[in-house]
């Protein structure tokens, strides 16, 4: 009651509005924070503030970025955490800070004072909300000891055999029997849950010669996360065939399919392929959750000239914009911030994907299937009767797409598509080499996005060092070629610093958190048309870029490395093949 007592006077809430605020909370069957939260009456960051100034405590931020450690998880039993919401958040010298939903429950305060005097630390509080507690709270549980439980079980019901052979046809009813089985649809289901919970983009699930391991891929980067005993892996493969709707007698040649789960009252798509190898049949999941929060220009890494270059591209009423680069190079999603940005209700979007990576509301996605003759060619042909004022195609594969999106482009439609190429300047020798003629180029590009992903160094822990002279050198050569009007938005300092990772609680002890893109942005102008026309050669396509001040992708680093987003070590990993556009003396 105090909340809500406290959220009446702060917004100056008096006579009958009071009365039926007070009335309403009274017929409600919850807290007074998920009250105000669930009618959207206040967000959670004034749920903190406001609670702030009742119980005279900090909040705690940035707790999105937070993993807490096993040993410190143990100083507050999980039982107690769940029933009194109470959480540890983290350890240091020796003191505990600990994230309260309610302070104002003095159980809570006696089991806390209770608990640390018993482990002989003191404490820190800070007020955390509900949903922060609940990030926080699947942390006790590991997929070590959730997949365990169920593998013990499993055991049980096999009468113990440490070995199962199910790969003679005989034994292929048994197989199909186990993959049914509670333990292992419990173990597919944790190890798709803990995937979902960790951020992971894919998960492999490999046989070796005495166990099946089980890898995540997260930022970029794959860590084995659990080991199965071997005779478990004909079960898993064919449980996640049959959800996948894959034959399971079938395991000779690669199989591709797709399923959506329900997990945390979030639907979830899951793309399933299959390979065999020696040992036996690998699949690769890729983890795609479509309500993922889309990045804005900046999150993407998107800054200065970049930036307004795109700005101006996008206002054109027509023209391709192309995101350029190697799997896994974050084309999508930048090209997922642009539609953000164009997106409104006087235009109509459509889009052709393999597969939707991201739900857009108000844009109407398509997702291509191939196996039934709807690919990207025969959706550019259906699209174009659709009205659409703007169109993405997931990617330029062939000579065909590249001339329907070449059509497009040309016949008032905002374009953005995605090609494989290793930067910017040689784009343009790819289309050429995809039959698109030279002359049709410079009216139809209106921008080429080349890039790369690097990693964040995490913002609490990053040390500030001085650059070595070799290095040193090498920045004050790339940025005295920055362009007069760059210049203006980024001056190099006097005095030269760059940042390397140490780690810490927050980013897991691994230093980097998260990833943000590398870019150079090739415009189309009237010079570079002249260049096109006459010779596309990539020498000559890169004096003129240099000359219309082009940031190149090192230089994007090294701005990048200067302002404590990412290392120097990051700078040279994503950008060596990118080095020779200029000299590096």
Known sequence: ?????????????????????????????????????????????????????????PYFDKIDLLQVGGDVLSLIPEESAKFYKIIPLGLNDGVLDVGMVDPGNIKSREILNFLTKQNKIDYNAYIISEKSFESIVKQYRSIEEEVGEALSTLE??????????????????????LSEDAPIIKMVAVILRHAVDGS???????????????????DGKLFSSLFLPIHTHASIIARIKIISNLRIDETRVPQDGRFSA??????????????????????????????????????????????????????????????????????????????????????NIV???????????????????????????????????????????????????????????????????????????????RLVDMKIKPFL??????????????????????????????????IIGHMDDLSEHVKKSFALPKEIFVYRPKGCPKCNMKGEKGRVGIFEILKMTSELEKVIVKDSSIVEIGKEARRQGM?????????????????????????????????DD
């Open 262 to 347: 329900k997990i945390d009252n979030k639907s979830i798509d899951f793309r399933v392929s299959t390979f065999p190898t020696k040992l036996g049949e690998k699949v690769v999941i890729r983890v795609l959750d479509p309500y993922e929060n889309l990045k804005t220009y900046e999150e993407v890494g998107l800054l200065y000239n970049n930036l307004e270059i795109i700005r101006e591209a996008i206002k054109k009423p027509f023209g391709l914009i192309l995101a350029t680069g190697p799997t896994g190079s974050g084309k999508t999603t930048t090209l997922y911030s642009i539609l953000r940005e164009l997106n409104s209700p006087d235009v």
């Open 1 to 57: 009651m105090k909340i809500i007592e406290k959220f009446i006077e702060k917004n100056n809430i008096s006579g009958d509005n009071a009365e039926k605020l007070i009335g309403a909370f009274n017929l409600y069957h919850g807290s007074g924070e998920s009250f105000l939260i669930e009618k959207k009456l206040i967000d959670e960051s004034g749920m903190l503030s406001l609670k702030e100034e009742i119980y005279k405590m």
């Open 551 to 583: 940031i190149t992708m090192r230089q994007d680093a090294i701005i990048k490395a200067l302002d404590g987003t990412i290392s120097i070590d990051e700078v040279f990993r994503t950008t060596e093949e990118q080095k020779n556009y200029q000299n």
């Open 351 to 429: 889009t052709l994907e393999d597969p939707i990576e991201y739900f857009i509301k108000g844009v109407n996605q398509s997702q291509v299937r191939p196996e039934i003759g709807y690919d990207f060619g025969q959706g550019l042909r259906s699209i174009v009767r659709q009205d659409p004022d703007i169109i993405m195609v997931g990617e330029i594969r062939d000579e065909e797409s590249a001339s329907l999106v070449t059509h497009a482009a040309l016949t008032g439609h905002i374009v953005l598509s995605t090609l494989h190429t290793n930067n910017a300047i040689s784009t343009i020798s």
């Open 200 to 218: 992971a983009s894919d998960i492999h699930i490999e046989p070796e010669d005495k166990q099946l391991r089980v890898r995540f891929r997260m």
């Open 156 to 177: 049980k019901e096999l009468g113990g055999e440490d070995g199962i052979d199910f790969s003679s046809a005989e034994k292929g009813n048994q197989k199909e029997k």
């Open 441 to 474: 180029i410079p009216p139809t590009v209106n921008i080429i996005i080349a890039q790369r992903l690097a990693y964040k160094l995490c913002p609490h822990c990053r040390e500030k060092i001085r650059p070595t002279k070799e290095v040193e050198k090498m």
